[in-house]
Structures are given as C-alpha cells and as structure tokens.
C-alpha cells in the first residue's frame, strides 16, 4: 500500500502550493481520493475529494481556492493551493474517501502571516 504526499513547505500567506500524492493503483482505481488536513490541535479533516470520473467537492472552507486533480494513467493526486491562509497550515495527507487505516507519509504546509 502506498500513500506518499509531497509538495509541502513554507509560504507567505496569499501564496501557493501545488501538493501531490502517489497512491496504489489498488487504492486509488476503486475509490474517490481525497486531500486531508491536520492543524496542530485539530482533528484530521477532508478538504477536497475527486471521485474516479473526476467529479470534486470541496470544504468550504477552501472552496475557490483549492482545486484537487487526479492522473488516472499513474494513480496520482493533486492539490493546487492558491490564496494561501494561515489556517491552511498542518500536515496534509492523501488517503481514500472513506480512508483506509494506513495514512502514509504526510506533507507539512507553513503559511506565514
């Protein structure tokens, strides 16, 4: 099983990040695929999820700002962060909608005010 994350870093607020995740075929061919985000005190939570056909939905949170984008041919997952808040900063994971148990390696987002 594999859920990698990358892309993460240190942005000034306004700014932008483009995350990406490498999931198992197995994972990702039979399921929607969702971006997860955890502050520091705060429980996990989805904020934007692709279903196979590429329908998306978002947290309202981060509608019109973040856009979620999957590549079928290599079982891939993006988030484009634009107009980056400090309350986006945490550690963000890509996982399965519902999740599976193994959350993989997560991703840290800063956002400086």
């Known amino acids: 099983v594999q859920l990698q994350a990358s892309g993460g870093g240190l942005v000034q607020a306004g700014g932008s990040l483009r995350l990406s995740c490498a999931a198992s075929g197995s994972i990702f061919r039979l399921n929607e695929m969702g971006w997860y985000r955890q502050a520091p005190g705060n429980q996990r939570e989805l904020v934007a999820r692709i279903t196979t056909s590429g329908n998306t939905n978002y947290a309202d949170s981060v509608k019109g700002r973040f856009t979620i984008s999957g590549d079928n041919a290599k079982y891939m997952v993006y988030l484009q962060m634009n107009s980056l808040k400090p309350e986006d900063a945490g550690i963000y994971y890509c996982?399965?909608?519902?999740?599976?148990?193994?959350w993989g390696r997560g991703t840290l987002v800063t956002v400086s005010s």
């Open positions: 996982n399965s909608v519902p999740n599976i148990k193994y």
